[in-house]
């Protein structure tokens, strides 16, 4: 069984519930001036998360090169694919060059995003993505033997430890995450914040989450997730999750 969709947990209310009571949810980049979409359309620029408000203890910024999201897997990445087993689920899959790459290693693979230009240019390169969110019904509940959580994905849906025991219910016993943590070791944040592109558009407020790998280590035990290695590759910290039998 999925995990229940809440605003809380999965995005917020954008302009409250509209006539006929329909909640209707932000997600990454997504509502306003729809800045990760205009900037999937072309595949280059910059893309800036930043906290919203800004308060007395100030977030930092988040800066993404558009042009890193579309390019093909880098040859660390490829290795860190090579390491899984599949079937493997990108959560979080964007344009789908993890997809691809894991395609090229005979990996059966399949990715979820929010974004349906992320989706549509996913499939474009061949590989298979769904459209809607990680906590909706996903093919094969339970029986994937690895996920991905990269380039800060681990902030989907702003409250780590759900979005991990979500993780937990999709893998197979003795499944594995690999989850992307960011530094110091003992970041653990959750925020309402905003995408901008480079001419300053921003998206509606959504709800995000960053964490070092000490702090995700400690929600992935909460959600039944055992921390079992971390790797360190050309400044990025990787963790190994595994489902507890």
Same mark, same amino acid.
């Given at each position: 069984?999925?995990?229940?969709?809440?605003?809380?947990?999965?995005?917020?209310?954008?302009?409250?519930?509209?006539?006929?009571?329909?909640?209707?949810?932000?997600?990454?980049?997504?509502?306003?001036?729809?800045?990760?979409?205009?900037?999937?359309?072309?595949?280059?620029?910059?893309?800036?998360?930043?906290?919203?408000?800004?308060?007395?203890?100030?977030?930092?910024?988040?800066?993404?090169?558009?042009?890193?999201?579309?390019?093909?897997?880098?040859?660390?990445?490829?290795?860190? =694919?090579?390491?899984?087993?599949?079937?493997?689920?990108?959560?979080?899959?964007?344009?789908?060059?993890?997809?691809?790459?894991?395609?090229?290693?005979?990996?059966?693979?399949?990715?979820?995003?929010?974004?349906?230009?992320?989706?549509?240019?996913?499939?474009?390169?061949?590989?298979?993505?769904?459209?809607?969110?990680?906590?909706?019904?996903?093919?094969?509940?339970?029986?994937?033997?690895?996920?991905?959580?990269?380039?800060?994905?681990?902030?989907?849906?702003?409250?780590?430890?759900?979005?991990?025991?979500?993780?937990?219910?999709?893998?197979?016993?003795?499944?594995?995450?690999?989850?992307?943590?960011?530094?110091?070791?003992?970041?653990?944040?959750?925020?309402?914040?905003?995408?901008?592109?480079?001419?300053?558009?921003?998206?509606?407020?959504?709800?995000?989450?960053?964490?070092?790998?000490?702090? =995700?280590?400690?929600?992935?035990?909460?959600?039944?997730?055992?921390?079992?290695?971390?790797?360190?590759?050309?400044?990025?910290?990787?963790?190994? =999750?595994?489902?507890?039998?």
């Amino acid at each position: 069984m999925s995990t229940p969709r809440a605003a809380s947990d999965t995005g917020i209310r954008a302009g409250g519930a509209p006539a006929g009571g329909t909640i209707q949810v932000a997600f990454f980049g997504q509502g306003g001036h729809e800045p990760y979409a205009g900037s999937l359309s072309v595949g280059t620029g910059h893309l800036t998360l930043r906290p919203e408000p800004i308060g007395p203890e100030p977030i930092g910024p988040v800066h993404f090169s558009m042009l890193g999201w579309s390019a093909p897997a880098t040859a660390c990445e490829r290795e860190l =694919l090579r390491s899984l087993r599949g079937p493997v689920l990108d959560v979080g899959c964007g344009p789908g060059r993890m997809l691809a790459a894991a395609g090229e290693l005979g990996l059966m693979a399949m990715g979820v995003d929010t974004s349906a230009p992320a989706v549509r240019l996913a499939t474009s390169r061949g590989a298979a993505a769904i459209h809607g969110s990680i906590f909706d019904p996903i093919p094969h509940e339970g029986g994937w033997a690895s996920v991905l959580l990269l380039d800060g994905n681990i902030g989907i849906g702003g409250n780590i430890r759900v979005l991990l025991e979500r993780i937990a219910s999709l893998l197979a016993p003795g499944g594995q995450a690999l989850a992307e943590a960011e530094t110091p070791d003992s970041l653990d944040v959750a925020y309402l914040a905003v995408l901008e592109d480079s001419a300053g558009r921003a998206s509606a407020a959504f709800p995000w989450a960053r964490a070092g790998a000490k702090a =995700l280590a400690a929600h992935a035990a909460r959600a039944g997730l055992a921390s079992v290695a971390t790797r360190t590759v050309q400044g990025r910290v990787f963790l190994t =999750l595994e489902r507890r039998v």
